[in-house]
Nanobody, 121 residues
C-alpha cells in the first residue's frame, strides 16, 4: 500500500492550497480516507474524513466551512481543498486510510509520508 501526498507549500494567511493524495496497492473504492495534521510539538490531529462511497464527510470543528475533502475513485485520489488559511493551520498534513469511517487516528492502518503546509501571517 502506498499513499503519496502532494500540494503542500507556503501561503499567506487568507490564501488557499489544494492537497492531493494518490493511493495504490489497495481497493481504494472500498476504503475510507482521511487527512490528519501534526504541528511541531503537538499531537497528530484529525482534519477531515470521507467515506469510501464519497457519500459522507466528517470535519474537525477547526476547519469546518474552510476545508473540503473530496475523492475520485476512478483516479484513486483524495483531495483536501483548504481555503481561508490561518497561521494555526501550519503543520505536516498526512493522508490515511481505514476500513472504518472515523476521526480517530488509531483506526487508520496506512499512512502517507506527509506534506508540509506553512501559512505565514
Amino acid at each position: 500500500v502506498q499513499l503519496v501526498e502532494s500540494g503542500g507549500g507556503l501561503v499567506q494567511a487568507g490564501g488557499s492550497l489544494r492537497l492531493s493524495c494518490a493511493a495504490s496497492g489497495l481497493p481504494f473504492s472500498l476504503r475510507n480516507m482521511a487527512w490528519f495534521r501534526q504541528a511541531p510539538g503537538n499531537e497528530r490531529e484529525f482534519v477531515a474524513a470521507i467515506r469510501w462511497s464519497g457519500g459522507n464527510t466528517l470535519y474537525a470543528d477547526s476547519v469546518k466551512g474552510r476545508f473540503t475533502i473530496s475523492r475520485d475513485n476512478a483516479k484513486y485520489t483524495v483531495d483536501l481543498q483548504m481555503n481561508s488559511l490561518k497561521p494555526e493551520d501550519t503543520a505536516v498534513y498526512y493522508c490515511a486510510t481505514s476500513r472504518q469511517f472515523s476521526g480517530i487516528s488509531r483506526d487508520y492502518d496506512y499512512w502517507g509520508q506527509g506534506t508540509q503546509v506553512t501559512v505565514s501571517s
